[in-house]
């Protein structure tokens, strides 16, 4: 393993992954096409270090009948995956200008190929339980000139992210949540009444669960450590090992995607402070519907 950050090569062997899947093409025939073994086509598609030149991939690309965009994406994160090798600096400790490019939208691929997310939010709703309405209201705040036709498309995509939590019983959500996000009028008491009755539909759902950390509370870690997400994985194909754990921290203008094993057990311990001081699930859902009345009223 290198010393370097390995997401980009993770991200990378997913996205090798989807394209076989999508072409129908076993592990076995693509290992016979590149002259490699079967079991370093896992390896390499469960984000492990290969010995596969350039010219290789483009044979596999091919292949697997990858149109341009694809096949521009795939060499897009070798690049990056082969800069951050030797050098923590070079790899993934850097800002995004833009988190939902369509190509190297790293967060999402990190929330389709995780297990369970784990959040703490103090502002806002994360994206999973935004309404239509409550997103609106973000964008015109932080991209007041994108077009009509870049919004629909934004609504689109939240619209497929969120339907993980219907669709796939294996996959979880942990919110743990600062009543200031429940407080805050985004979009006006309207657009909030919505939004908190929805969040009350969704934390009925067996694979969600949303507690709140009151202001009752007082003082509490949270306040320094700010929003973050943890990713959690399953066990990698190839080698049944468990995928190290990603957390993801976003600011204004970047984020920064950790996955130091350190850093990463800090964090842990930041949920778990988290946990002792949040309201119970049942307390949750009665603060929430509380609040949800105010708005209506």
């Known amino acids: 393993m290198s010393s370097g950050s390995t997401l980009p090569r993770r991200a990378l062997g997913r996205r090798l992954r989807d394209l076989r899947l999508a072409a129908k093409k076993s592990q076995l025939a693509a290992a016979v096409t590149i002259e490699i073994s079967k079991q370093g086509?896992?390896?390499?598609?469960?984000?492990?270090?290969?010995?596969?030149?350039?010219?290789?991939?483009?044979?596999?690309?091919?292949?697997?009948?990858?149109?341009?965009?694809?096949?521009?994406?795939?060499?897009?994160?070798?690049?990056?995956?082969?800069?951050?090798?030797?050098?923590?600096?070079n790899g993934w400790?850097?800002?995004?200008?833009?988190?939902?490019?369509?190509?190297f939208d790293h967060f999402m691929g990190l929330e389709q190929a995780s297990s369970?997310?784990?959040?703490?939010?103090?502002?806002?709703?994360?994206?999973?339980?935004?309404?239509?309405?409550?997103?609106?209201?973000?964008?015109?705040?932080?991209?007041?000139?994108?077009?009509?036709?870049?919004?629909e498309r934004h609504l689109e995509l939240i619209a497929r992210r969120q339907r993980r939590l219907v669709e796939d019983p294996d996959f979880s959500l942990d919110l743990l949540l600062s009543e200031s996000a429940l407080r805050h009028q985004v979009g006006g008491r309207t657009v909030m009444s919505g939004e908190l009755r929805h969040l009350l539909d969704v934390e009925e759902m067996p694979n969600v669960s949303v507690r709140v950390v009151?202001?009752?509370?007082?003082?509490?870690?949270?306040?320094v450590v700010q929003s973050?997400?943890?990713?959690?994985?399953?066990?990698?194909?190839?080698?049944?090992?468990?995928?190290?754990p990603v957390v993801f921290v976003e600011g204004?203008?970047?984020?920064?995607?950790?996955?130091?094993?350190?850093?990463?057990?800090?964090?842990?311990?930041?949920?778990?402070?988290?946990?002792?001081?949040?309201?119970?699930?049942?307390?949750?859902?009665l603060l929430v519907r509380q609040i949800a009345e105010e708005y209506a009223s």
């Open 252 to 285: 204004y203008t970047g984020a920064l995607f950790l996955e130091d094993e350190r850093m990463v057990q800090r964090y842990k311990g930041a949920v778990a402070d988290l946990r002792r001081v949040a309201l119970s699930e049942k307390d949750t859902r």
């Open 214 to 223: 009151p202001f009752s509370v007082g003082a509490y870690p949270g306040l």
């Open 41 to 89: 086509v896992g390896r390499m598609e469960d984000g492990e270090p290969v010995r596969v030149c350039t010219a290789q991939f483009r044979e596999l690309l091919q292949f697997y009948g990858a149109d341009e965009a694809a096949c521009t994406e795939v060499l897009g994160l070798l690049q990056e995956a082969r800069a951050a090798k030797g050098d923590p600096a």
């Open 93 to 103: 400790w850097r800002a995004y200008s833009d988190v939902v490019n369509p190509h």
């Open 116 to 151: 369970r997310m784990t959040t703490f939010q103090l502002t806002l709703l994360p994206g999973l339980l935004q309404t239509p309405a409550y997103r609106r209201w973000i964008m015109q705040t932080t991209e007041p000139n994108i077009s009509e036709v870049d919004r």
């Open 228 to 244: 973050f997400t943890l990713f959690d994985f399953p066990l990698l194909r190839a080698s049944r090992l468990s995928e190290p």
